[in-house]
C-alpha cells in the first residue's frame, strides 16, 4: 500500500562513536521511540563495526515495535571526515586504520533504507536545532568544546556544509597569533586555548611552576588526564589553580564566540558537551559576558541567546535522523 503524505514517519539515527554504537527511531518531531546499543569493538575491522551498527538498528526498530520497512532513512553521524554525498567516511581519528570506508552504500544493502552520512558534529548542531536547545530559529551555530572543539551551522534551516564539506572546524579558528600549538599543527586555535586538552595542559603547567592544587589528589598519578568531572570538583572546592585556568578558557571561548556571531549573525548559539555539561555553570556565564563585549553590532541578549544544548548524548541520533528526513524530502521536491 502507497503511503499517505498523512502517514507518520520514522527515522533511525544512528552515532557511530569510538567506544559505542547508540542506533534510535525517531519520528518526524524528533521523540526518540526505542534505541539499541552496542559496543564498536573498531580493533575488529571496519566490517565487523558495520555489522554491528546493522545489529543496533535492527534492534531499535524491534523495541519501537516498527519493522524495517516502515523506516523512511536512515541518517548516521561519525567521527571524522564524512562525505556526505557518497556515504564515505573518509577519514576518523578514533577508529583506528578507517580510511575511505564506504558506510553509507554498505548499510543501506544491508537495511535496504536510504542511508545518509554525515559528521557527529554537524549532526548534533542540527539535532539541537530541529528539537533541543535551538527550537525556533533558523540559524544556529553550535561549539562543543571537549578533547577538542566541535562545531556546526545551521543557516535558514539547513546545515551549511560550505564549498568543500569542511564548514564550521571553528575549533581551528585562530585566536592568537603564534599561541599554543594545536593538535592540527597550527598555532593559536581556539581548541588550543580552551578545550579541556588545553586546560589540562595550562593546569599542569601552573604546577610544575610550582603552584599548589588539589588536582594532584584528584588525579592518577599513572594517568594524566584531567576529566571534565575532576574540573568540576576543583571549581567547587574553590581550587585557585584550576579557577584562574577556567577563568582564562571562558574568556577565549567569549572572545571567540562574540568574533563568530560577527561573521554569521545566528538566532542563537548552544554550547555543549562534557566540559560544558560539568563546568557549565562556571564556564557559561563567563562566555556570555566576554562575547557580548565583542560584538561589532551590540545586541540584547534576548535577541541573541548563548544557549546550554539540551539532548545530550541523544543529540546526535535524533540529529541525524532528522537530517536523513531532510535529505529525502529533498529528493522528493527535486
Known amino acids: 500500500m502507497a503511503k499517505s503524505k498523512n502517514d507518520p514517519q520514522f527515522m533511525l539515527g544512528i552515532d557511530l562513536g569510538g567506544t559505542k554504537i547508540l542506533a534510535a527511531v525517531v519520528d518526524e518531531q524528533g521523540r526518540i521511540l526505542g534505541t539499541a546499543k552496542r559496543k564498536t569493538h573498531a580493533e575488529h575491522g571496519a566490517d565487523e563495526v558495520i555489522?554491528?551498527?546493522?545489529?543496533?538498528?535492527?534492534?531499535?526498530?524491534?523495541?519501537?515495535?516498527?519493522?524495517?520497512?516502515?523506516?523512511?532513512?536512515?541518517?548516521?553521524?561519525?567521527?571524522?571526515?564524512?562525505?556526505?554525498?557518497?556515504?564515505?567516511?573518509?577519514?576518523?581519528?578514533?577508529?583506528?586504520?578507517?580510511?575511505?570506508?564506504?558506510?553509507?552504500?554498505?548499510?543501506?544493502?544491508?537495511?535496504?533504507?536510504?542511508?545518509?552520512?554525515?559528521?557527529?558534529?554537524?549532526?548534533?548542531?542540527?539535532?539541537?536545532?530541529?528539537?533541543?536547545?535551538?527550537?525556533?530559529?533558523?540559524?544556529?551555530?553550535?561549539?562543543?568544546?571537549?578533547?577538542?572543539?566541535?562545531?556546526?551551522?545551521?543557516?535558514?534551516?539547513?546545515?551549511?556544509?560550505?564549498?568543500?564539506?569542511?564548514?564550521?572546524?571553528?575549533?581551528?579558528?585562530?585566536?592568537?597569533?603564534?599561541?599554543?600549538?594545536?593538535?592540527?599543527?597550527?598555532?593559536?586555535?581556539?581548541?588550543?586555548?580552551?578545550?579541556?586538552?588545553?586546560?589540562?595542559?595550562?593546569?599542569?603547567?601552573?604546577?610544575?611552576?610550582?603552584?599548589?592544587?588539589?588536582?594532584?589528589?584528584?588525579?592518577?598519578?599513572?594517568?594524566?588526564?584531567?576529566?571534565?568531572?575532576?574540573?568540576?570538583?576543583?571549581?567547587?572546592?574553590?581550587?585557585?589553580?584550576?579557577?584562574t585556568v577556567m577563568e582564562r578558557a571562558g574568556y577565549h571561548l567569549g572572545v571567540f564566540t562574540g568574533s563568530v556571531v560577527n561573521a554569521i549573525d545566528p538566532g542563537c548559539v548552544i554550547y555543549g558537551g562534557g566540559l560544558i555539561e560539568a563546568c557549565g555553570d562556571f564556564l557559561m556565564p563567563l562566555i556570555r559576558e566576554h562575547a557580548y563585549r565583542h560584538l561589532l553590532r551590540p545586541v540584547a541578549p534576548e535577541h541573541l541567546p548563548i544557549l546550554v544544548a539540551e539532548l545530550g548524548d541523544n543529540a546526535a541520533v535524533i540529529g541525524s535522523a532528522l537530517l536523513a528526513r531532510a535529505a529525502i524530502q529533498e529528493r522528493v521536491d527535486g
Not at 567516511?89 to 577508529?95: G, I
Not at 527550537?135 to 566541535?150: E, N
Not at 551551522?153 to 539547513?158: C, E, R
Not at 568531572?229 to 579557577?243: H, I, P, Q, R, S
Open 51 to 243: 555489522n554491528r551498527i546493522a545489529n543496533a538498528a535492527e534492534k531499535a526498530v524491534q523495541k519501537a515495535h516498527l519493522d524495517l520497512s516502515m523506516i523512511e532513512a536512515v541518517g548516521i553521524g561519525a567521527p571524522g571526515v564524512a562525505d556526505h554525498n557518497t556515504g564515505v567516511l573518509e577519514f576518523a581519528p578514533n577508529l583506528p586504520d578507517w580510511f575511505n570506508v564506504p558506510v553509507g552504500p554498505r548499510l543501506q544493502k544491508m537495511l535496504g533504507v536510504p542511508v545518509f552520512l554525515e559528521n557527529d558534529v554537524n549532526v548534533g548542531t542540527f539535532g539541537e536545532a530541529e528539537a533541543g536547545a535551538g527550537r525556533g530559529y533558523k540559524s544556529v551555530v553550535g561549539v562543543f568544546p571537549g578533547t577538542g572543539i566541535g562545531g556546526g551551522i545551521v543557516l535558514d534551516g539547513k546545515l551549511w556544509r560550505g564549498a568543500r564539506n569542511a564548514a564550521a572546524e571553528i575549533g581551528h579558528m585562530t585566536m592568537m597569533i603564534d599561541g599554543p600549538l594545536c593538535g592540527c599543527g597550527r598555532r593559536g586555535c581556539i581548541e588550543a586555548l580552551a578545550s579541556r586538552t588545553a586546560i589540562e595542559r595550562d593546569i599542569w603547567g601552573e604546577i610544575r611552576g610550582g603552584r599548589a592544587s588539589i588536582i594532584t589528589d584528584l588525579v592518577d598519578p599513572d594517568d594524566p588526564t584531567i576529566r571534565s568531572g575532576v574540573l568540576a570538583e576543583a571549581l567547587a572546592a574553590g581550587d585557585a589553580v584550576v579557577t
